[in-house]
């Protein structure tokens, strides 16, 4: 798999250090300090008392650290008259997440795989309904699908949320696989055709472990891509499978009594607290993940 | 295993490369497209054609099979709602698709210039592309509530003359929306900009510097313009982001203060769910599409132009 970084930097040699050089080092500072200082503010706030959050001081360090809004947020933070805080939510997510990870992944590796090698009939005309469908803005499924799930009996339950997520990361794994296999060299493929392997064979023993870089770079933009989806987990998973995300947006508008700030942003940060994780781990596939998406190989 | 003749394999000729199982239908893949071609005839096409179909009857709560042509779209454009939120969603796109292509695209100008520690730069500028929009609107109604964010902290610090309360302004609440939005999504621009300017040909920064033409007019004139599909990936991405914009503004603003804040998707979720009006959901469901192929065709086909006008001169 092409690296899409392949070389280190390739603009103009710097000379020594100028002014310009200054400037370029000072703009890059500016830039980080607005990136980070969000998640920065976020993290100190978790970590103070009310009473000092309304001193107003939002970039200075706790006087002491207090878990206590920690606690709360993860365990007893109110949605409404609902206390559980975002722990709830984060199972919830945690049992969306990894079944529609993999069904979707498996999918898109399938439907990639028959496309680029069997060339089936009316493949390419599947290939453009797919790339062309990953454009449909959500809103206009929604009315029918929700019919659809409620006449399968699906409407508000875990398979259901599951399998809307499957549904709608197929044109994204699909592209991402499709465009795999085609840098593979279709000799391999032929050479295992001579030895007779059928489809399901080549699949499995030649082409998965083949395209193992690709099944975690598709695995991880499925895997933040649904854990931090808000519209389809409202919409879909009914309310005792609420992800994360609509958990936590709940327990931050709930007004009943004062507002918690520090238990609110110690529950932002649980909530963004695993793409994070995935995203510094992985950072280079992650980057790959964006690039792959994005420009059609 | 070796029960298949060889023979039957057919002998690759340049039409048919890849077709090495074409001389017998290859059923295993046909099957194995099964899901593949259901998910797409059922739930794209299909659930697109009934939310047309449905957006052309007299569908109220319920829906009906009453045809009454294009009046819900009347109905539609005659919502003050619904024309506010284009008009929001126009300000919202341009500044946060402008915003971010400019920011992303200084912010990979600066990371290509050989620095020091490039990539824990990168790793910076992009993280918050991996957060939710409901974790960035959250974050950045804090930073701007005027009581206990940023305005307060430097009005306890004695600049009282400091304001920074878009959220609570009617005329500027749009432009917090747009700012968080940026600062979520200037990591992408940056790595798709970035992707394309280590494709530039290095010699053309040796050539540059012997005709002496100033940096910046290099990047402006030359350096631009051969990033070309890279701008074009970027503008698709962040236009088909902005149409689509519904949780940043959920958890920013909720649409406020006023209808300041309101986007075509949140008026549809709102249509749907909140005030049950099938018929002007489904309406505005099918603009919002029209919208996004509008957008995204035209850009698709000129890709693929430029894709295959590089792969025959190169």
Known sequence: MRDPFPQSANG???????PARLGLYAFLVIAALFFLLPAYVMLVTSFKSME??????????????????????????????????????FWNS???????TVLSVLLGAVTGYALSFWRPPGGKILFAAITIGGFIPLQIFLFPMVRATAMLGLYNSLAGIVLVHVVFGLPL?????????????????????????????????????????????????QMTGIWNDFLL???FAGRDNLPMTVQLNNIVTTTTGQREYNVHMAATVLTALVPLVAYFVSGRWFVRGITAGSVKG | ??????????????????????????????????????????????????????????????????????????????????????????????????????????????????????????????????????????????????????????????????????????SMAIYAVALAGIWQSAGLVMVLMLAGLRGIDADLWRATRIEGIPLWRTYISIVLPQLGPSIATAFMLLTMGAVRTFDLVVALTNGGPGQSTEVPAKFIMDSLFARQDLGLATAGATVMLATVMAVTIPILYARDIWARRRAGTI
């Open chain 1, 52 to 89: 000092e959050i309304r001193s107003a001081q939002i970039f200075s360090l706790p006087h002491l650290f207090d878990w206590s809004a920690w606690i709360k947020a993860w365990s007893s933070a109110c949605a409404g008259v609902n206390c559980t805080g975002v722990s709830a939510g």
């Open chain 2, 1 to 170: 295993m070796v029960d298949q003749p060889a023979a039957r394999i057919p002998a690759s000729s340049p039409a048919r490369t890849r077709a090495t199982g074409r001389l017998r239908l290859p059923v295993a893949a046909l099957a194995a497209l099964t899901p593949a071609w259901l998910i797409i005839l059922l739930v794209y096409l299909g659930t697109t054609i009934w939310t047309v179909q449905l957006s052309l009857t007299n569908s109220r709560m319920l829906p009906s099979s009453e045809f009454v042509g294009l009046a819900q779209y009347e109905r539609l454009f005659g919502t003050a709602r619904w024309t506010i939120s284009i008009q929001n969603l126009l300000t919202f796109g341009v500044v946060y698709v402008v915003g971010a292509l400019v920011v992303g695209f200084l912010l990979a100008v600066a990371v290509d210039r050989h620095v020091r520690f490039e990539s824990m730069w990168r790793t910076v500028f992009l993280y918050p592309y991996a957060l939710s929009f409901i974790v960035t609107g959250l974050m950045w109604q804090w930073l701007m509530n005027p009581e206990i964010g940023i305005q307060a902290t430097m009005r306890a610090a004695g600049w009282t003359w400091f304001t920074f309360d878009w959220t609570t302004k009617s």
């Open chain 1, 94 to 100: 945690v049992k969306i997440t990894i079944p529609a």
């Open chain 1, 173 to 221: 794994t699909t592209l991402l696989f499709r465009n795999y296999y085609a840098s593979i060299p279709v000799e391999l493929f032929k050479a295992a055709r001579v030895d007779g392997a059928g489809f399901w064979r080549i699949f499995v023993s030649l082409m998965l472990p083949l395209s193992l870089p690709m099944l975690i770079v598709a695995g991880l933009m």
């Open chain 1, 233 to 235: 987990g409202l919409v």
């Open chain 1, 12 to 18: 103009p040699r710097p000379d020594k250090v100028t």
